[in-house]
């Protein structure tokens, strides 16, 4: 009888070991970090050029290019144009005076210091397209050439 008492212990004391294994838990923690990203004002400018085209320098002639703007959402810009000739065209010693304006009429200048237009971001795909209007007034003592050439530079200050 003592033999079974002491297998009993034995056998009662390996369940409650099992049952000590088999019901322990694993620890666990948690924490949190931030996730944060700020979104910088940005701007993307794409042109197209203004080719005037064949001039009758007595009569004079209009043409128009076009410029996307893009910036990014909630952001404003104001769009300026500027050239380092002031507006003339070379070709080697010869000039062809011309204007740049921000209407059909030609009546206000579109230049870097004064006018410019004025764009509202509405995000990066969504470009805002602004019509250049160009024009050279009748110069009766405009030499021929077919070379007649400027660079415009867009800015976008925002």
């Known amino acids: 009888m003592l033999w079974r ?5 034995l056998i009662l004391t390996s369940l409650f070991a099992s049952a000590m294994i088999t019901t322990a838990h694993a620890a666990t923690e948690t924490s949190t970090f931030e996730v944060s990203a700020e979104v910088a004002a940005s701007c993307q400018i794409t042109t197209n050029p203004l080719a005037f085209g064949a001039f009758d320098p007595s009569v004079g002639t209009s043409g128009t290019a076009t410029l996307d703007v893009a910036c990014t959402s909630g952001s ?5 144009l500027a050239s380092a000739n002031t507006w003339t065209m070379i070709d080697g010693a010869e000039t062809l005076a011309y204007g740049l304006f921000t209407d059909a009429g ?3 200048v579109w230049d870097g210091t004064t006018v410019g237009q004025t764009v509202t971001g509405a995000g990066l795909s ?3 397209s602004f019509t250049v209007h160009g024009n ?4 009766p003592a405009a030499k ?3 070379a007649y050439a400027d660079t415009v530079t867009v800015t976008v200050t925002y």
């Open 5 to 9: 008492t002491h297998m009993k212990k």
């Open 106 to 108: 030609h009546a206000t």
């Open 144 to 146: 021929v050439s077919a």
């Open 136 to 139: 050279i007034e009748p110069q």
């Open 76 to 80: 404003s810009g104001v769009v300026t």
């Open 126 to 128: 969504t470009p805002t």
